[in-house]
């Protein structure tokens, strides 16, 4: 069952940069090489925060249990939620995200486990939300030096 959830943010700058961009283009320009730039800007932050376990606010997660009891890192006992995060970018959007079962659960939290399983009850553990898509303030820098070199790129353009 694919649970399809949307995180959007909204940057005056980042924004219009693209405007601009898009402006500079011929008319049917293709924007795609810019979202595949913000793209991989946006995959490569994502799982940097899994390394530093925060948010793209800088907010610290919550540290697991396992990773309390055990020592490690939350959300990287396997790393495959971290190493699932991808991007698709076309010529009008940039996509970021993991097709990761559980990677909803732990981005935004709430109930994980079965009401009832073949034995019975089954105890359902409340998680917190550790988000980590979005864009972080470092995120966003890069964005728009990206689009500054993509705007004078346009510009050459025949």
């Not at 909204?10 to 008319?27: F, H, I, T, Y």
């Not at 530093?52 to 009891?69: I, L, N, Y």
């Not at 010529?91 to 939290?109: C, K, L, Q, S, W």
């Amino acid at each position: 069952m694919a649970v399809e959830k949307r995180i959007e943010f909204d940057d005056r700058e980042v924004k219009a940069g693209l405007e601009r961009l898009r402006l500079a283009l011929p008319l049917g320009g293709d924007m795609t090489p810019a979202f595949t730039s913000i793209g991989r800007i946006l995959k490569t932050g994502t799982q940097l925060r899994f390394r530093a376990q925060q948010s793209p606010e800088g907010d610290a997660w919550k540290p697991s249990q396992r990773a309390e009891a055990e020592g490690g890192q939350t959300l990287r006992l396997t790393s495959r939620l971290r190493n699932s995060i991808t991007y698709g970018a076309s010529h009008d959007r940039v996509e970021v995200g993991t097709n990761v079962v559980y990677g909803a659960i732990h981005h935004f939290g709430g109930l994980a486990g079965r009401a009832t399983g073949k034995a019975g009850p089954v105890r359902r553990t409340r998680l917190p939300a550790r988000p980590y898509l979005g864009a972080s303030e470092d995120d966003l820098s890069e964005i728009t030096k990206v689009l500054n070199h993509h705007l004078k790129g346009a510009w050459r353009s025949p």
